[in-house]
């Protein structure tokens, strides 16, 4: 989905209003609707039982959301309440139209025009187990929040620990063009942006603060959308529904692919078992992996719906690299390959990687100590016969072009955009805020996830995920795409469903 810098996205609001006939307080109703249909899943992932949601709003456009929120909430059956960081007077515009609603609903509305008032209240709160809704300051901001605004912002931060947190837009207190800020910003678990995702979400630099982003749907006409142009772009829930398709009711394993795995040694069977187990529950047909023979007892005990094979190895116990000429199998026989988990960076390993990327002609997702063997070695990848996806942490990119991690983190869409011109295929930058690049293409980011996943074995699942997808028949790109979205998503229903 297209990044928007502010205006860009003001523009298109005026269009809708102007030569779509779409009322101001309309597009605000539906931007209140999104609010609460993210409230409401986030309610239902928490495992809370219709919580108190208190809506913190400011006096323009972003409060006047809060405002439209409540309502809808309300009328779902939740406990709500109102809190203004600004005087009641000084609400105008389409805000004041749903400000009139909310008192029409008898929704409780608390007003704190001042800093002092707010700081009060955050000492005084006992707050836990709510959702609170940040509809503080929006995409105007400039320069960091003052007075009551200021006020909000810090008891946001005093209730968090205890409490989810849904903002409107944007963060409030976040330049929604650079992603950067003067001072104190609110910290989302999820940031419900309006039309299209402001290109500051997607920056690196923001993503300690935006959580899971969700796009809401207030009727822009995709007529609009389409002239517009990005080279940055949000993964979101609506790219999957095109990429995963639903499967006929007769359907049977051998419709999904067959995926092989390439790894494994002593101490690091797990990560072998962890991406097959994660291959076959991405809904491949059927998962094959050949490890040491060592180790081939131990992954067959953990996986058992895997055909786990013991193939040759060397002296330190990892996979040789004549273990396919010993194992006699056709790398045809396969939709997909993973190769690298747990494999160690043996000189064996990087010579088995060049005989896979030579013989292939199906993809080869190469994860792990496939990468690790080749750092500096970006041509091996150009002799692929096949399609290949490259899924490095920012340790293992900077092996592999020659530069610092801290260089990666320094510039991740700089960095992605190098590895996809000298790499002839899909390159998955991992990390918060994870980039999908290929040449020619903007660049996706993936804001997904939580720091929860910052966990050995995650890369493994995600490789095993990414080969079973592309084992399906869905092109790496977009295998790459849901996969991030997905792995982020199941690790982000986990920590909501634990946050109470």
């Not at 809060?66 to 009328?75: D, I, Q, T, V």
């Not at 007077?89 to 609903?105: E, F, P, Q, Y």
């Not at 209730?159 to 609110?186: E, K």
């Not at 903007?442 to 720091?451: A, I, Q, R, Y």
Request: glycine residues 12%.
């Amino acid at each position: 989905m297209k990044a928007v810098t502010s205006e860009q996205m003001r523009a298109l609001d005026r269009k809708t209003i102007a030569e779509g006939g779409v009322p101001g307080d309309v597009l605000m109703d539906r931007a209140g609707l999104g609010v609460a249909d993210a409230v409401q899943f986030l309610s239902r992932m928490a495992g809370y039982d219709r919580p108190l949601v208190q809506l913190l709003a400011g006096r323009g456009n972003n409060g006047g959301d809060a405002l439209a929120a409540a309502c809808h909430l309300k009328e779902r059956g939740f406990e709500v309440e109102i809190w203004l960081a600004a005087e009641v007077g000084a609400v105008s515009g389409d805000a004041l139209k749903h400000l009139s609603r909310v008192k029409a609903a008898k929704i409780p509305l608390h007003e704190l025009s001042t800093k002092i008032e707010w700081d009060d209240e955050a000492a005084a709160s006992d707050l836990s187990g709510c959702i609170l809704v940040d509809g503080i300051l929006g995409t105007g901001i400039s320069g960091p929040a003052r007075g009551p605004a200021a006020g909000a912002i810090s008891y946001i931060h005093a209730l968090a620990p205890r409490n989810l947190v849904v903002s409107i837009d944007v963060p409030s207190g976040l330049d929604s063009d650079t992603g950067r800020a003067a001072g104190d910003v609110v910290t989302a678990d999820i940031t419900v942006t309006m039309g299209l995702p402001k290109r500051g979400l997607l920056e690196p630099c923001a993503v300690e603060f935006v959580g899971a982003v969700e796009v809401a749907d207030i009727g822009i006409p995709a007529a609009m959308t389409e002239r517009l142009e990005s080279d940055v772009e949000l993964i979101a829930a609506e790219d999957l529904r095109a990429i995963l398709r639903r499967r006929p009711r007769n359907a049977h394993k051998g419709l999904f692919g067959h995926v092989l795995i390439l790894g494994g040694a002593p101490g690091y069977a797990g990560a072998v078992a962890l991406a097959a187990a994660a291959a076959a529950r991405s809904g491949a047909g059927l998962v094959t992996a050949l490890v040491p023979a060592s180790v081939a007892a131990i992954v067959a005990g953990i996986v058992p719906e895997a055909m786990v094979h013991g193939g040759s190895q060397t002296a330190a116990g990892s996979l040789a690299a004549d273990c396919l000429a010993a194992w006699n199998r056709p790398l045809g026989d396969f939709s997909a390959i993973l190769v690298g988990p747990g494999m160690t960076a043996h000189p064996d390993t990087r010579a088995l990687v060049e005989k896979v990327l030579a013989a292939s002609r199906v993809p080869v997702v190469l994860d792990a100590d496939a990468l690790n063997a080749c750092a500096g070695h970006v041509d091996v990848f150009r002799k692929a016969a096949g399609p290949v996806l490259l899924t490095p942490h920012p340790g293992e990119m900077a092996r592999l072009l020659g530069i610092r991690p801290a260089d990666v983190q320094a510039d991740r869409f700089g960095t992605a955009w190098r590895a996809a011109r000298e790499v002839p295929g899909v390159v998955v930058l991992k990390g918060a805020g994870t980039v999908v690049a290929e040449k020619g293409r903007p660049l996706h980011v993936n804001l997904t996830g939580n720091p929860g996943m910052a966990s050995g074995g995650m890369g493994d699942v995600l490789g095993g995920l990414l080969a079973g997808l592309v084992a399906q028949g869905i092109a790496p790109f977009d295998a790459a795409r849901a996969g991030v979205y997905l792995h982020g998503r199941a690790g982000d229903n986990v920590a909501w469903r634990t946050s109470q």
